[in-house]
């Protein structure tokens, strides 16, 4: 658990850096209708939650620095008998003030009146345009009410930066508390990968493997997925993002499984493939054995000072390499890689950024270099090689083998931790397991 105390220091620092003349306004994600009546589970925007812990729709968070009446200045819903009756209790704001430290709290529809005394005097508004439409709409009929009273003295705010720059920086670098969180996440996804090699079955749904994973997140109190999880097999496997999970799995197919549960809103990220009846193909083997070579190589590369495309870097030499000794690529290494012919069989990155978000915030490169690794920065490592059977000119026998392997990686002082290390990765281990 994030203690209270970390969200107000996180608060604090964020109003170290913005300064006195900056006022950060964040407003809660809408909910969103899935049909008639019914709505999709609720889930807080990944910043406002990590500068309060808040997590209730209908919420705007504001830091103002040196407001007399109080810097943390939460807007959210009252309370509500009736409401509370049919969905459960809100913190209102008296809860706002004493559950989560805020200064000052008023209702949600208290928002509008009272923004242009806020923005009034400040410089630089720190809001994320393009998110909310109709919050952007409020936002720019309060700079404009400010402006209509110009001959009165009154200055509207003459900058609008996105939160970006400040906030996501200080995301990216996780703090002992959160790494325990991702460690958890981790650990939970780990058991989940486990359940679904030891219940594979040739014939089974890909959605019942999908179930199995989902009850081992939801047993250990990650109720939910940190993204919709990919169960492929056979040609599926090829699918980068395939998450129709409807397919009979088949006998002598591969099994791609890219799952990983949220917990305490933290992600883990974890992919893992290995074989539907339990034994690898010497097809599937070769290719399997480059994969987890590149991916070994990969982690190694991930450590301090390292900057970003260090692991693409070897993730790639030994993934044409690979290819090249088995004749699914001809020429020589340095041309191959120079040229990407890699590309068609490993099209995307080395991994992420992953926190409260699986595809986590903060820059990659900074002043147009890279950024080096530094402790506390958690990334994922996750080679692939897919061979769809419409890439031309390779022989059939490599048709829809398709194999990732991620793992989640925190950098620290001494070289990384491996938050996924649970879930077997060797062609041996993932075959004892299934035996
Ligand atoms: N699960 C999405 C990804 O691996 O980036
Ligand atoms: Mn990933
Ligand atoms: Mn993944």
């Not at 459960?88 to 949600?108: M, N, V």
């Not at 996804?189 to 081992?216: D, F, G, V, W």
């Not at 129709?244 to 883990?268: F, M, P, R, S």
């Not at 070579?293 to 495309?309: N, V």
Request: proline share 5%; aromatic share 8%.
């Amino acid at each position: 658990m994030i203690k209270m105390t970390e969200y107000a220091e996180r608060r604090n620092e964020l109003m170290q850096i913005i300064g006195p003349t900056g006022i950060v306004i964040l407003p809660s994600y809408p909910t969103a209708r899935r049909n008639s009546d019914c709505e999709y589970t609720y889930r807080p925007h990944s910043d406002l939650y990590y500068l309060s812990g808040f997590e209730e729709p209908e919420t705007v968070l504001i830091l103002a620095p040196n407001r007399a009446e109080g810097e943390f200045i939460l807007f959210n819903r009252t309370r509500d008998r009736a409401r509370e009756i049919w969905d459960g209790l809100r913190a209102g704001q008296q809860g706002a003030c004493e559950q989560y430290g805020a200064d000052e709290s008023f209702p949600i529809s208290d928002l509008e009146s009272m923004l242009p005394e806020l923005l009034e005097g400040r410089e630089e508004v720190h809001y994320a345009l393009g998110n909310d439409k109709s919050f952007d709409q409020t936002l720019i009929n309060t700079l404009n009410k400010i402006r209509g009273k110009i001959r009165s003295g009154l200055n509207a705010p003459l900058v609008i930066m996105d939160i970006t720059e400040t906030l996501h920086e200080m995301r990216l670098v996780k703090s002992p508390a959160e790494i325990a969180l991702m460690r958890k996440a981790a650990e939970i996804s780990a058991q989940a990968h486990i359940r679904a090699m030891t219940y594979c079955k040739p014939n089974m749904n890909e959605y019942q493997l999908e179930a199995e994973i989902i009850h081992e997140f939801q047993r250990n109190g990650a109720r939910h997925c940190a993204y919709s999880p990919i169960v492929g097999s056979g040609a599926n496997s090829c699918i980068l993002h395939y998450v129709t999970n409807d397919k009979i799995i088949k006998n002598g197919d591969l099994v791609l499984v890219d799952a990983g549960c949220e917990y305490q809103y933290y992600a883990a990220d974890i992919t893992r493939t290995f074989p539907a009846n339990g034994k690898f193909s010497p097809e599937q083997r070769a290719i399997y054995e480059i994969v987890l070579a590149s991916q070994l190589a990969g982690l190694h590369a991930a450590r301090m000072g390292a900057e970003f495309p260090a692991m693409q870097h070897a993730i790639v030499k030994i993934i044409t390499q690979g290819l090249l000794d088995l004749g699914i690529l001809k020429g020589h290494l340095d041309d191959l890689i120079a040229e990407e012919a890699y590309f068609p069989f490993y099209m995307h990155k080395s991994g992420h950024w992953l926190g409260l978000d699986v595809h986590d915030v903060g820059r990659y490169k900074v002043d147009g270099k890279w950024r080096q690794l530094q402790p506390g920065m958690v990334l994922t490592v996750e080679p692939g090689i897919y061979i769809s059977a419409d890439i031309p000119g390779v022989n059939e026998k490599w048709h829809n083998i398709g194999v990732r392997i991620e793992d989640d990686v925190v950098i620290t002082e001494k070289g990384n931790d491996i938050l996924s290390k649970d879930v077997p990765k060797s062609i041996a281990d993932i075959e004892a397991l299934m035996a």
